[in-house]
């Protein structure tokens, strides 16, 4: 008996270090996404600038430069789009790993605490059941709170994200149907 406690004081620690490397491979993981993700597009506004002033120093009247202001624009806004998209994307991926591990070690945690009340109820003296049972009853109440909480959030999530993706289906959109404003020429 004497041996199973630094065994199980061994196994909890090796738990611990092991979520603590799945969340920093997540953590890096995640800023490596973020970097490449800035990179390219630091690369694709200096390509499209480069290209936005040649197509700017070929104008000839005013009417080529609003035509131009206007296709210029459009593409301008849906990679801003598409950018924002991708961050909320590996925001939300590594959100989701994240609260897996969580998740894992709370369920872990209260196997711990399941199997403590047990030895204890075990070995308690007489009458204290009704001690014992009140404590799981609280434990079973937390776990449902906990539960309905967690649900609660992942549905919050998923409306925001439908929400995002409207909002940004409906910029596109709204760019891609903006007309080039005629402008009369005067002679």
Not at 69 to 76: D, E, G, I, S, V
Request: proline share 2%; no cysteine.
């Amino acid at each position: 008996m004497s041996y199973a406690i630094p065994e199980q004081f061994a196994a909890s620690n090796k738990a611990y270090v092991e979520s603590l490397l799945t969340i920093a491979n997540t953590a890096f993981a995640s800023a490596e996404r973020f970097a490449a993700l800035n990179l390219n597009t630091a690369r694709s506004v200096l390509e499209d600038s480069v290209t936005s002033a040649k197509s700017l120093l070929a104008i000839k009247d005013v009417q080529e430069l609003l035509s131009t202001q206007t296709t210029l624009a459009k593409p301008t806004v849906e990679k801003f789009v598409a950018y924002s998209r991708s961050v909320y994307e590996i925001g939300s991926q590594t959100q989701e790993e994240l609260t897996k591990v969580f998740e894992a070690q709370y369920g872990e945690l209260n196997k711990t605490i399941g199997t403590a009340l047990d030895k204890a109820a075990k070995s308690a003296p007489a009458g204290s059941d009704v001690a014992v049972a009140a404590v799981k009853s609280a434990i079973a109440a937390a776990n449902s709170a906990y539960d309905s909480i967690n649900k609660a959030a992942k549905q919050v999530a998923e409306i925001a994200e439908a929400n995002v993706t409207a909002a940004t289906n409906a910029t596109v959109k709204a760019v891609g149907s903006t007309a080039t404003p005629k402008v009369k020429k005067v002679a």
